[in-house]
């Protein structure tokens, strides 16, 4: 089971329009969509990105709004992982005897707490916490050679 960083998530937005990193678009095409996570985290990061992008660019941003709220939160409905105590406290004790970025341990806590593996670019911003990262973007060669047709894609509905 994984949970997802924001990176990933917007990442896989640009699968359908084969704007998407090769590696992320066929390690995405492997992984069954029930096996994938997001922290309350993600959604707040991405809101935020909705946010900026309609203040500047109202097109963007309406466009980027419908994918949100038509996309990804029902994808997500049931797989959205909150940040209740078990994470708050398992977040701070990544914080002692190192400060760190709140978001990402955050998203770490939530990841140790449910035996879950963090998927993102930001690999330096994870390993010193301990839980376990895939890079989705260094996939190897052979693992895009065993793309499978059943994975999740963000940019079109669900069925």
């Given at each position: 089971m994984f949970v997802l960083d924001t990176n990933v998530v917007s990442e896989l937005r640009k699968v359908r329009a084969d704007r998407a990193d090769p590696n992320v678009a066929v390690w995405s095409a492997t992984v069954d969509a029930?096996?994938?996570?997001?922290?309350?985290?993600?959604?707040?990061?991405?809101?935020?990105?909705?946010?900026?992008?309609?203040?500047?660019?109202?097109?963007?941003?309406?466009?980027?709004?419908?994918?949100?709220?038509?996309?990804?939160?029902?994808?997500?409905?049931?797989?959205?992982?909150?940040?209740?105590?078990?994470?708050a406290q398992r977040c701070a004790r990544l914080h002692v005897p190192?400060?760190?970025?709140?978001?990402?341990?955050?998203?770490?806590?939530?990841?140790?707490?449910?035996?879950?593996?963090?998927?993102t670019r930001n690999v330096a911003g994870f390993v010193e916490t301990g839980v376990s990262v895939v890079n989705p973007w260094d996939a190897p060669k052979s693992l895009c050679e065993l793309a499978l047709p059943t994975g999740v894609r963000f940019d079109q509905q669900q069925r």
């Open positions: 029930s096996e994938l996570f997001v922290s309350a985290i993600t959604i707040m990061e991405l809101e935020t990105g909705v946010l900026q992008i309609e203040r500047r660019d109202p097109v963007q941003g309406a466009a980027l709004k419908a994918w949100l709220d038509g996309r990804v939160l029902p994808e997500f409905t049931e797989r959205i992982l909150p940040i209740d105590t078990a994470v190192d400060r760190r970025s709140e978001r990402d341990a955050l998203i770490a806590a939530t990841a140790l707490v449910h035996g879950m593996t963090v998927v």
